[in-house]
């Protein structure tokens, strides 16, 4: 079983900035990617910024240059920082994980967390 922990989601007027985090644990092989999904109201998940064991990032257009990705210190965590965030950004933010350490590929998602801007 694999556990995602996410936090940091809440209530933010329009231009200011919040911190998600999340942090797997549980039977994780090979963590090959972490990465933040989001879904709003009638819409598809979309995939919001991700970063592979690598170190590659990808950004979905949307948010680049106002929201960063990055890993924590502590093991198998995973950061976004969200600043100018716009009403637009509402949404439940998803924190997904991909082990290759396993056949086929695991995927494994959190619970997900509500991020609204609003004024």
């Known amino acids: 079983q694999v556990q995602l922990v996410e936090s940091g989601g809440g209530l933010v007027q329009p231009g200011g900035s919040l911190r998600l985090s999340c942090t797997a644990s549980?039977?994780?092989?090979?963590?090959?990617?972490m990465g933040w999904y989001r879904q709003a109201p009638d819409k598809q998940r979309e995939l919001v910024a991700s970063?592979?064991?690598?170190?590659?990032?990808k950004y979905a257009e949307f948010v680049k240059d106002r929201f960063t990705i990055s890993r924590g210190n502590a093991k198998n965590t995973v950061h976004l920082q969200m600043n100018s965030l716009k009403p637009e950004d509402t949404a439940v933010y998803y924190c997904?994980?991909?082990?290759?350490?396993?056949?086929?590929?695991?995927?494994?998602w959190g619970q997900g967390t509500q991020v609204t801007v609003s004024s």
């Open positions: 997904k994980i991909t082990d290759i350490g396993t056949y086929p590929t695991k995927v494994s």
């Open positions: 549980g039977s994780i092989r090979s963590l090959y990617s």
């Open positions: 970063i592979t064991r690598d170190d590659t990032i």
